[in-house]
């Protein structure tokens, strides 16, 4: 039976190597600094399957350093099933969110489906975490306020 005590979230963009891995980085060293490990369990996945089992992208783990957080594991895909295991399965922008709903099985699954930012009190709504992988480092940097301040939203949310 699913411990009711343990929030369990899975957070989804396209590649898994970006964006999700860079927020379950942060959302493990939040709850490890609020003492929180046996309430989480945090994982991330991607809508597509390209970059199956490959490392972080070396830019995303860069930048996050320079924060002090680890960005780390190997991608993989976001399945129907994964609905089964987590209670919330964040996007990180509307695209990802509308793959994530076109793979729910019902309306339990889709419940379960929200934008990370959602999280973040002081964004607008329907806010994107933007996909930096076209882009150069400046963008790795600039998505990791967006993401911290989401993840301290959802941390203190689940409270
Ligand atoms: P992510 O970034 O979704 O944040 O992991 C991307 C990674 C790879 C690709 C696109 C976005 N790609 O097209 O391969």
Redesign the pocket.
């Known amino acids: 039976m699913t411990d009711p005590t343990v929030t369990r979230v899975c957070f989804v963009?396209?590649?898994?190597?970006?964006?999700?891995?860079t927020a379950e980085g942060w959302m493990r060293h939040l709850v490890a600094q609020a003492g929180q490990q046996g309430a989480w369990d945090i994982d991330s996945a991607?809508t597509?399957g390209?970059?199956q089992g490959e490392p972080p992208?070396p830019r995303a783990v860069t930048a996050a350093a320079a924060r002090g957080v680890v960005v780390e594991g190997r991608a993989r895909r976001f399945e129907p099933a994964d609905y089964d295991r987590f209670d919330l399965v964040l996007a990180?922008d509307r695209e990802n969110r509308a793959h994530l709903l076109r793979l729910c099985r019902d309306a339990g699954d889709m419940a379960k489906v929200r934008l990370i930012r959602d999280f973040d009190p002081a964004a607008a709504p329907e806010s994107d975490v933007p996909?930096?992988?076209?882009g150069g480092q400046a963008g790795f940097v600039e998505i990791l306020d967006q993401i911290e301040a989401a993840c301290r939203g959802l941390l203190s949310a689940r409270g």
């Open positions: 963009c396209l590649g898994n190597i970006c964006r999700s891995p991607g597509g390209w970059h992208d990180m996909d930096p992988y076209y």
